[in-house]
Protein backbone atom coordinates (compact mmCIF):
# COMPACT_ATOMS: atom_id res chain seq x y z
CA UNK A 1 0.00 0.00 0.00
CA UNK A 2 2.69 2.62 0.90
CA UNK A 3 4.54 1.83 -2.14
CA UNK A 4 2.40 3.67 -4.47
CA UNK A 5 2.87 6.86 -2.36
CA UNK A 6 6.60 6.37 -2.10
CA UNK A 7 7.31 5.73 -5.82
CA UNK A 8 5.14 9.55 -6.52
CA UNK A 9 7.60 11.03 -3.76
CA UNK A 10 10.93 12.01 -4.93
CA UNK A 11 13.24 14.12 -3.02
CA UNK A 12 15.29 15.39 -5.59
CA UNK A 13 12.08 17.20 -7.08
CA UNK A 14 10.99 18.62 -4.03
CA UNK A 15 14.18 20.18 -3.62
CA UNK A 16 14.53 21.26 -7.33
CA UNK A 17 10.96 23.05 -7.13
CA UNK A 18 11.43 24.53 -3.16
CA UNK A 19 14.87 26.25 -5.09
CA UNK A 20 12.53 27.43 -8.14
CA UNK A 21 9.93 28.53 -5.14
CA UNK A 22 12.99 30.63 -3.20
CA UNK A 23 13.97 31.62 -6.20
CA UNK A 24 10.64 33.53 -7.64
CA UNK A 25 10.35 34.83 -4.29
CA UNK A 26 13.67 36.60 -4.68
CA UNK A 27 12.79 37.81 -7.98
CA UNK A 28 9.52 39.52 -6.72
CA UNK A 29 11.37 41.27 -4.00
CA UNK A 30 13.90 42.58 -5.96
CA UNK A 31 12.77 46.38 -7.04
CA UNK A 32 13.08 47.07 -10.81
CA UNK A 33 13.49 50.76 -8.75
CA UNK A 34 16.29 49.64 -6.77
CA UNK A 35 20.00 50.87 -8.34
CA UNK A 36 21.42 47.92 -8.97
CA UNK A 37 17.61 45.92 -9.39
CA UNK A 38 18.61 45.27 -13.60
CA UNK A 39 21.68 43.80 -12.38
CA UNK A 40 20.42 41.39 -9.72
CA UNK A 41 17.08 40.31 -11.93
CA UNK A 42 19.17 39.31 -14.58
CA UNK A 43 21.30 37.26 -12.31
CA UNK A 44 18.62 35.45 -10.25
CA UNK A 45 16.84 35.01 -13.47
CA UNK A 46 19.36 33.39 -14.96
CA UNK A 47 19.56 31.13 -12.23
CA UNK A 48 16.22 30.41 -12.82
CA UNK A 49 16.58 29.44 -16.30
CA UNK A 50 19.53 26.37 -15.01
CA UNK A 51 17.50 25.37 -12.81
CA UNK A 52 13.98 24.95 -15.28
CA UNK A 53 16.98 22.98 -17.48
CA UNK A 54 17.91 21.22 -14.30
CA UNK A 55 14.32 20.11 -13.38
CA UNK A 56 13.57 19.46 -17.04
CA UNK A 57 16.40 16.83 -17.38
CA UNK A 58 15.33 15.20 -13.68
CA UNK A 59 11.95 14.93 -15.03
CA UNK A 60 12.53 13.17 -18.14
CA UNK A 61 15.78 10.92 -17.17
CA UNK A 62 16.80 11.58 -13.80
CA UNK A 63 16.51 8.10 -12.46
CA UNK A 64 18.96 6.25 -13.94
CA UNK A 65 17.88 7.48 -17.44
CA UNK A 66 14.03 6.92 -16.31
CA UNK A 67 11.65 9.70 -16.09
CA UNK A 68 11.14 10.76 -12.47
CA UNK A 69 8.01 9.12 -10.70
CA UNK A 70 6.70 11.95 -8.92
CA UNK A 71 6.91 14.55 -11.97
CA UNK A 72 3.41 13.13 -13.48
CA UNK A 73 1.59 14.38 -10.29
CA UNK A 74 2.41 17.71 -10.85
ZN1 LIG B 1 12.82 12.34 -9.25
Excluded: T
Excluded at 10 to 29: F, G, P, T, Y
Amino acid sequence: MGEYSELMNCEVKDELVSRLIALNNKLNLLSPDLVHGDEGRAEVQLERENLYAEIKHHRAKGHDGKPCPAARQV
